[in-house]
C-alpha cells in the first residue's frame, strides 16, 4: 500500500496528491509516469510523476476525476492509501539546451508540462511558458511554473483570466517575433492543441515534443494498448514514449484510437450522448 500524505484540490475534479513512494521517488526521472491502482478492482491510471523528492522518499501525481476509478484515487484523503504505484514508467523526457523553450499547456496537460519545463530550466534553457485553460479556475501551476520561468502567459478561452482565446495565439506572437522567438517548443494537451501547435512550428523547422496520452493497460510494451503512428511507424507510447518529435505524430490516428473506448467510459459514468 502506498499511504497519500496530502490531497489537495487544483481546480474543479482536479487534485494533486502526494503520495509515500521512496523507491519510485528515488529512480523517477522528468517525463516518466507510474501506473497507479486504487483498490484490486480499480482500473489501471497511468500518471505522470508531476514531483518527486527523493530524500522524503514521497512523488506527487496530477489527477483529473473522469471516471469511476479516477474519482475513486482522488477521493482517497491524507491517511488513505492506493494499492498499488507501479514505476517509474517510459523514457525520461530528452534534455539539452536549446536556448529559449516554449512550453506549452493545455488545461490538464499543464501537470504534464510542469516535471518538463521544471527539469528544461534546470538545464540552462530560457522557458516562455505557455498555460491556456477554459476559464480561469482551471489555470493550473502558473505559480509554480513561474518560479523557474522567464514567462509565463495565460490565456483563457472567455477571458476571465489573462489574454483571450487559445495557446496558439500567444505561440503564433512568439513565431513571428512579437513575442521571443523559441529555440524549441514543448507542449502538453489534449490531442488537437498538440496537433495545431505542431503544425504552427512545422515551416519554422523549430525542433518540437509532445507528450502523448493513448489508452494505457500494462505500461510495458506487452498489451499493444498504447500504440502510436510515429514516422509511419508503430511505436508504443509507454516504453518508446510517452514523448515524440511533434513532426512525426499521426494526431489523427491517435484522435481515432482515444474516441474507440469512450461510448464505454460514458456507460461506466453513466453518460449517454445527451449527458454529454
Ligand atoms: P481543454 O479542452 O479545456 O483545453 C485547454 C486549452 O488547450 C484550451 O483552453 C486551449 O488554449 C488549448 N486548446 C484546446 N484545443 C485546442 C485547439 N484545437 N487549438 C489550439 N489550442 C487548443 O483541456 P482539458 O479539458 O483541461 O484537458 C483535457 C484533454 O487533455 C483530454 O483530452 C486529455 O486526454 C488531454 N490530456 C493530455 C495529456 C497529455 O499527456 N498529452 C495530459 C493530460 C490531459
Ligand atoms: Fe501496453 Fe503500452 S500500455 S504496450
Redesign the pocket.
Known sequence: MFEVLENQTLAPSLHRLTVRAPLVAAARQPGQFVIVRKDEQGERIPLTIADADAGAGTIRLIVQAIGPSTQDIVATPAGGALRDVVGPLGKPTHLQKWGKVACVG????T??LYPLAKALAQRGNELYVII???SAP?VILADELAEFSKQVYV???DGSLGRKG???AVLADMLSGTLPRPDAVFA???????A?VAEQTRPHNIPTM????PIMIDGTGMCGGCRVKIGGQTKFACVDG?EFDAHQVDFKGLANRLKMYQPRQDCRIGLGKEGR
Open positions: 493545455g488545461g490538464v496537460g501537470a504534464v491556456g485553460a477554459r482551471y490565456i483563457t478561452e487559445l495557446v496558439t502538453v494537451g489534449p490531442v488537437p492543441m498538440m495545431a509532445v507528450s502523448l496520452n510517452p
